[in-house]
């Protein structure tokens, strides 16, 4: 079965980093673009970044571009999120997903809180 | 505010049929396929269409189809577990983003 396991979540202050993890296993990881979205308490889903097939070509929403970095290593079936400098704002569940244009499976998510 | 238009709010009864829209421009919805994803009580988001594709395990009351710059979801007889808030996405050429929809809240009366 296609599944995707995020996991770094967690409490940091205001300034502080995390990376988080995605694990996929049940397809091709190679052969797939991925993406990580968030949902911010009470809101809606919002696209926070995405790379190729091969990590050669990422995208970032401009309220992260320069904070958060999209990465993969396709030895491990691993897609990750390098998010530094956080803020309130970013306080969101973070997703992982498959897909660009159209996303076709999600991962369960993994919390961010960034306190002041 | 959201580069796609849903409604905020549809509501119907069970064995209705209701359609949720999706609005953008030719550089989003006019030029790439769209995925509808359902989220039932704030857990993780599930893709009920993409494309016009339904993936294994959604039933078949789901539909989609899309007419120029909107797209549509259509639940054909409607069941109480449908209740849930309904997004619409797809990637903008011209931005370079994965563009998402505010979400549509549907209700079963």
């Known amino acids: 079965d296609v599944q995707m396991v995020e996991s770094g979540g967690g409490l940091v202050q205001t300034g502080g980093s995390l990376r988080l993890s995605c694990a996929a296993s049940?397809?091709?990881?190679?052969?797939?673009?991925m993406t990580w979205v968030r949902q911010p308490p009470g809101k809606g889903l919002e696209w926070v970044a995405s790379?190729?097939?091969?990590?050669?070509?990422?995208h970032h929403v401009d309220s992260v571009r320069g904070r958060f970095t999209i990465s993969r290593d396709n030895t491990k079936n691993s897609l990750f999120l390098q998010m530094t400098s956080l803020r309130v704002e970013d306080t969101a569940i973070y997703y992982c997903?498959?897909?660009?244009?159209?996303?076709?499976?999600w991962g369960q998510g993994t919390p961010v809180t960034v306190s002041s | 505010q959201s580069a796609l238009t849903q409604e905020a709010s549809v509501s119907g009864t069970v064995g209705q049929k209701v359609t949720l829209s999706c609005t953008g421009d030719?550089?989003?919805?006019?030029?790439?396929?769209v995925g509808w994803y359902q989220q039932t009580s704030h857990g993780a988001p599930k893709t009920v269409m993409f494309?016009?594709s339904l993936p294994p395990g959604i039933p078949e009351r789901f539909s989609a189809s899309k007419s120029g710059t909107t797209s549509s979801l259509t639940i054909s007889g409607l069941q109480p577990e449908d209740e849930a808030d309904y997004y619409c996405?797809?990637?903008?050429?011209?931005?370079?983003?994965?563009?998402f929809g505010g979400g549509t809240k549907l209700t079963v009366l």
């Open positions: 030719r550089n989003n919805i006019g030029r790439y396929g």
């Open positions: 049940g397809f091709t990881f190679t052969g797939y673009w």
């Open positions: 997903a498959r897909g660009k244009a159209v996303i076709d499976c």
């Open positions: 996405s797809t990637w903008d050429y011209s931005l370079n983003v994965q563009v």
């Open positions: 790379t190729d097939e091969v990590g050669s070509e990422t």
């Open positions: 494309g016009n």
